[in-house]
């Protein structure tokens, strides 16, 4: 652990700042806009390492032509700020062109567990994902890396990625760090109006109500679906893009639950697009 956090851009300067850096590390990669929830994971990674890594990049290639890269949300001396307290070593802010130098044609796609869920609603999304966290390890070469259960899906495919290409790096997945009343941090969060805000909660509520049921066992996969799209239904200014009760591992659709499964959904408060999960069994 070094006195004062090293900040760098180009991968010369990371490479430079690495050579100091006792392990083991950990990393935690982000896109910056930093709440309690990356904290947690800077947090843990403090806890279970001996050095810490935080990357702050907001990935062109994961979003959507129609989503929001444009205006997502930046404020980086505040993250500075954050990371410093959070006991962060080393910062790495790559540029675009460090990322994605010129002629950039190389792409890491994880298969089958891509296509469900937000693979299905997000083409592409994913590709992204895992070619900027495939480059992350290979840039930063951590022994373990950090991510949320927020994006239980993302922690899922780069869970297989890591297998898949023998990546020597522990993957930790870490809880969701909530809002006093249930709302999941999210950095998307700051594009609520103050009556969104209110109605956001309706994700949480909607989970909750199914996971109240399945512990009063209810095992119909297609009724804990139903009692989360009528929660979300009853909310007006929100509007239900899915509602999954999936296998845990597979994250295909289930009939009966019976061994660990996947509550998750994906609503759109307004314009904002939120997504929220729970784990059942
Ligand atoms: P992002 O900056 O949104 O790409 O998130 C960076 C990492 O923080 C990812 O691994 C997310 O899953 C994780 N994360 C985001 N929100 C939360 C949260 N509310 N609780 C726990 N982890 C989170």
Request: charged content about 20%; aromatic content about 8%.
């Amino acid at each position: 652990m070094s006195d004062s956090m090293i900040l760098v851009n180009t991968l010369e300067e990371l490479w430079q700042a690495l050579s100091l850096l006792e392990r083991p590390l950990g990393l935690v990669p982000t896109m910056g806009y930093l709440h309690e929830g990356h904290l947690s994971l800077v947090r843990r990674a403090r806890q279970e390492c001996v050095s810490v890594a935080v990357s702050i990049f907001v990935n062109p290639t994961q979003f959507g032509p129609n989503e929001d890269l444009s205006r997502y949300p930046r404020d980086l001396e505040r993250d500075l700020h954050l990371l410093e307290a959070a006991g962060a070593d080393l910062v790495w802010i790559p540029s675009n062109e460090v990322m994605y130098p010129p002629g950039f044609q190389t792409w890491v796609t994880v298969e089958t567990l891509t296509l469900p869920l937000e693979g299905a609603m997000r083409p592409g999304h994913f590709r992204g994902v895992t070619t900027v966290v495939s480059k992350l390890f290979n840039a930063v070469r951590p022994e373990k890396a950090y991510f949320g259960q927020k994006d239980a899906q993302q922690a899922a495919v780069i869970r297989q990625m890591t297998r898949d290409l023998s990546y020597p790096i522990e993957i930790v997945v870490c809880p969701t760090v909530r809002e006093a009343d249930g709302l999941a941090m999210s950095s998307r969060n700051t594009y609520l109006s103050p009556e969104e805000r209110q109605a956001a909660t309706v994700l949480f509520r909607a989970l909750s109500a199914a996971e109240t049921a399945y512990r009063a066992g209810e095992r119909n996969a297609e009724t804990l679906r139903h009692i989360m799209r009528t929660t979300i239904e009853s909310e007006p200014l929100a509007r239900l893009q899915y509602v999954s009760c999936a296998d845990y591992d597979t994250l295909q659709e289930l009939e009966t639950v019976s061994g660990k499964a996947l509550l998750s959904m994906a609503v759109f408060i307004g314009a904002t697009r939120l997504i929220d999960n729970c784990v059942l069994g």
